[in-house]
């Protein structure tokens, strides 16, 4: 999912982003495995979940993009990447590529090959290493997919907004395209096990940007409005009921 970067591995528990060897792999490794996946599981995919993609072409063609959505199952991340036209990186999970049985391996082989980053999301310093790999990603003109929640949804309601995509799109000035999965929970329920047959919709909105905000990425409530902006337009995209809390305090409650 991610032009120019390497899927090579998504070892959260790995790489500060400032030292990740970016460009010491070339175009060509990613964009080639990435061109084969969509070839050889895009068709199967197709078959067993028969997408319908609506507004696809609110995703600009070129430049920096921030694709934003909810979060309601595993296959989330196995459907996005391959609706796209264009390559998404993302952040993901190092559970997803360090498993050493033939499951884990083919999971390691698609992941990377469409476009998970290696940010350790738990460290201490997590949260800036994963910003920081946004921000790159985005200077660099590619697209970076990203689920605001910070984790999958615990009973399919839409949850609070983390600000790191306020702090991303005011950072580089990426417009953030909101998109909405829909269906997805109901193949796939608790996010575990093999998926069921059936439709899912991912439906993309029109770019939102905030250049009005320019120069004002410190003020905590212009990140705040930014982010609750985001979420009411995905929200209305996915027609799910939201909640003002958090999807991990939810989850711990």
């Not at 096990?193 to 919709?201: A, E, H, S």
């Amino acid at each position: 999912m991610c032009a120019g970067y390497p899927a090579a591995s998504i070892v959260l528990t790995c790489t500060d982003p400032r030292t990740f060897p970016v460009h010491s792999l070339t175009q060509e490794g990613p964009l080639s495995r990435f061109a084969l996946i969509k070839a050889v599981l895009g068709p199967i995919m197709r078959l067993m979940f028969r997408p319908r993609v609506e507004g696809a072409e609110n995703i600009p063609g070129n430049g920096p993009v921030i694709l934003a959505g909810n979060h309601l199952t595993f296959i989330d991340s196995m459907i996005l990447p391959l609706v796209c036209d264009r390559q998404v990186c993302f952040i993901g999970k190092d559970e997803y590529v360090t498993g050493k049985s033939l499951k884990g391996r083919l999971m390691a082989w698609f992941f990377t090959g469409v476009g998970m980053i290696p940010v350790d999301r738990d460290g201490a310093n997590g949260g800036v290493a994963a910003l920081m790999t946004g921000r790159r990603i985005l200077e660099e003109g590619n697209i970076f997919g990203i689920y605001p929640e910070g984790t999958r949804s615990p009973d399919g309601r839409l949850y609070r907004g983390r600000t790191g995509i306020a702090r991303l799109t005011l950072m580089t000035g990426a417009p953030v395209v909101p998109f909405a999965m829909i269906g997805t929970d109901k193949l796939q329920p608790g996010g575990a096990g093999m998926p069921r047959p059936g439709r899912v919709t991912v439906r993309f909105g029109e770019p939102m940007e905030f250049s009005r905000y320019d120069g004002m990425g410190r003020d905590r409530y212009v990140l705040r409005a930014v982010t609750d902006s985001v979420m009411a337009e995905v929200m209305r995209l996915s027609g799910q009921e939201y909640v003002d809390m958090y999807a991990t305090k939810a989850k711990a409650a």
